[in-house]
C-alpha cells in the first residue's frame, strides 16, 4: 500500500469547479518565466550560434525554438515549479481568513447549580473560544444559556458542539452568526418599541425582525400543518385586539421564554396605542 502524500497547500487554492488555479500577480509572473526561460534562451543561442547557418536562418531557427520552448516548456514549468512561490500571496490570504475569529451563536441547557457555567467556560477556553455575550432563560430541568461566542476560524460548528457538551451542556444548538448578534435583545425590542409607538400597525413587521422569524397566515394549510405537528417550541402566537392572533414560526431555532415575553409587551403596547387613537378619533370626529 502507497503511503498517503499530503496535498500540497497550493493545490488547496485550486477552484472546485474548474480546476484552475487563481491567476497570479503579473510581476511574480513575469520573475518566473523570466527564471525558467533565461538558462533555456541561452542554451539555444549558445547553440544555433556556432552552426554555419545564413543569418537570416539562424534568426528563424531562434525565434521558432524559443517561441516553442516557451510555450511547451518555459511556462509549464514555471507553473509547475514555482507554484508554491507564485501563489504566496493567496496562500498567505487564506491563512488569514482561515484563522480569522468566527461569531457563533449557542444555546444550551444546564443544571441550575453552582458551577455548570465555569464548566462550558473552561470546555470553551480549551477551544481558544471567548464568550461575548450570555443570556440565561430559565426552563423546565435547569436554565437555557444563550452565547454569543468568539472563535478561531478553524474551529468547527461540531468542535463547538462537543466542547458544549462536555462542559455539562445538553440539547445544544450553534449557528454562524454576525456581530449584529452584539445588539442584546433588550436593546432590540426597545428600538422596536419606539417605531411600534409610532406606527401600531407595524407591530407583525416589528415582532418578526425582533425574533428573525416568519409571519404566518393562521388560515394556510402550512400554518395548519405545523401548528398539529409543533412540538419544538418553533411557534409563536401573539393575540392582538384588532386583527386576533398572529403566528410566528422560527425553524429549527425554538423561541425562549425571554423572547415570547418581549413579544407579547410589544403586543400590549401596540394594543394600548391602537386604543388611545381610536378614542382620539372619537372624540374628535371631525378631526
Request: hydrophobic content about 45%; some cysteine; overall charge positive.
Amino acid at each position: 500500500m502507497k503511503p498517503h502524500t499530503p496535498k500540497p497547500a497550493a493545490a488547496e487554492l485550486s477552484c472546485e469547479v474548474c480546476g484552475q488555479m487563481p491567476e497570479p500577480t503579473k510581476t511574480r509572473l513575469t520573475v518566473a518565466n523570466v527564471a525558467v526561460m533565461l538558462p533555456i534562451e541561452l542554451l539555444v543561442h549558445a547553440l544555433v550560434v556556432q552552426t554555419h547557418l545564413p543569418y537570416l536562418a539562424k534568426v528563424l531557427v531562434l525565434t521558432l525554438t524559443a517561441t516553442v520552448l516557451v510555450i511547451w516548456v518555459a511556462e509549464p514549468s514555471a507553473a509547475r515549479i514555482l507554484r508554491r512561490w507564485l501563489h504566496a500571496p493567496a496562500l498567505r490570504h487564506r491563512r488569514r481568513l482561515g484563522t480569522a475569529p468566527a461569531l457563533w451563536r449557542a444555546r444550551t441547557v444546564l443544571r441550575d447549580e453552582p458551577g455548570s457555567l465555569k464548566r462550558i467556560t473552561r470546555s470553551l477556553a480549551l477551544l481558544d473560544t471567548n464568550i461575548l455575550g450570555i443570556h440565561v432563560h430559565p426552563v423546565r430541568g435547569g436554565v437555557m444559556d444563550e452565547f454569543v461566542l468568539s472563535a478561531p476560524g478553524e474551529v468547527s460548528e461540531r468542535q463547538l458542539l462537543e466542547a458544549l457538551a462536555d462542559g455539562g451542556g445538553r440539547s445544544t444548538q450553534v449557528w454562524p452568526t454576525t456581530a449584529l448578534a452584539m445588539a442584546d435583545g433588550q436593546t432590540k425590542a426597545l428600538s422596536l418599541a419606539a417605531r411600534i409607538a409610532a406606527t401600531p400597525g407595524e407591530l407583525p413587521l416589528a415582532v418578526a425582525e425582533l425574533l428573525s422569524a416568519r409571519i404566518l397566515d393562521p388560515a394556510s394549510e402550512s400554518a395548519r400543518h405545523l401548528s398539529e405537528t409543533n412540538d419544538a417550541g418553533t411557534i409563536l402566537k401573539i393575540p392582538t385586539a384588532w386583527h386576533g392572533p398572529i403566528t410566528f414560526f422560527r425553524p429549527g431555532e425554538p423561541f425562549t421564554p425571554a423572547e415570547s415575553a418581549r413579544a407579547h409587551r410589544l403586543a400590549e403596547l401596540a394594543e394600548i396605542l391602537a386604543h388611545r387613537e381610536s378614542l382620539r378619533v372619537g372624540q374628535n370626529p371631525e378631526g
